[in-house]
């Protein structure tokens, strides 16, 4: 049912996006020196110069001396008013999840092989709550795990709001506690869709709606007056999570 909600706000979120800018044919990015910044149409380059199409039709002749940096258009996708997209090279993110009983900080890295593939690997903060209900008692544990794990992105558009589908496969190591002296570490598994925002500058935003999956063995120390003993346990975490985060490209 999960599977049948996420392919269902897939198919939505295309239909939103076809409206949206599409990306321009050959478009660069020269920033200067001065502070300008070209934005259009890369009509040729030669050993010394570029010459650039802007949107007032004019053409410019621009020195890579004078410049800061330049966005070529293998390298980005440029939409308009000047927002654009990568689709080659290296970025960093940070992301925020949160479901009921869960949370997680996640730090990752990236490699952006063309506009379809990207793929990384990195590390984050999860933490997973439950509880167990016996017949003479209530016990509630808390797990808090470092998880190291590889990722990879495909996207279904090169539009300015852009769908991709994304993955996570991980290890947990889950840290013992006075409540839980007994922890065996787990795997993390992570899938589900998400919605790239284009920007005018290397910071964008990104939202995912996933299916997060873990486990966890160990035993639980109960405060519980009413336990009869200690709790040993089995438990793998489904999970429905909303992520918010942030990438920076170069």
Request: glycine share 10%; aromatic share 16%.
């Amino acid at each position: 049912m999960r599977f049948i909600f996420l392919f269902y706000l897939l198919t939505s979120l295309s239909g939103y996006t076809q409206n949206m800018s599409k990306p321009q044919e050959k478009g660069a990015i020269f920033k200067l020196y001065d502070g300008t910044i070209a934005v259009g149409k890369l009509l040729s380059f030669n050993e010394s110069t570029y010459k650039l199409k802007i949107i007032t039709g004019d053409t410019l002749t621009i020195d890579p001396f004078i410049t800061t940096k330049i966005y070529l258009p293998e390298e980005i996708n440029l939409y308009g008013k000047g927002r654009y997209s990568y689709k080659k090279g290296l970025k960093g993110s940070f992301a925020i999840g949160v479901s009921p009983e869960h949370s997680n900080f996640d730090f990752s890295g990236s490699y952006i092989l063309n506009s379809k593939f990207s793929f990384g690997g990195g590390f984050g903060f999860h933490n997973n709550s439950f509880s167990i209900q016996t017949v003479s008692s209530a016990h509630w544990g808390n797990i808090f795990s470092r998880t190291y794990f590889v990722n990879g992105q495909f996207f279904f558009t090169n539009r300015a709001q852009r769908i991709y589908a994304t993955g996570k496969l991980g290890y947990s190591d889950h840290r013992e506690t006075r409540q839980l002296p007994i922890l065996s570490d787990g795997i993390v598994l992570e899938g589900g869709v998400g919605l790239e925002f284009s920007s005018k500058n290397k910071v964008k935003y990104f939202i995912e709606l996933s299916q997060y999956t873990s486990n966890a063995k160990g035993a639980l120390v109960s405060n519980d007056v009413n336990a009869l003993s200690d709790i040993e346990f089995d438990i793998w975490f489904h999970r429905i999570v909303f992520t918010m985060g942030i990438q920076i490209g170069k």
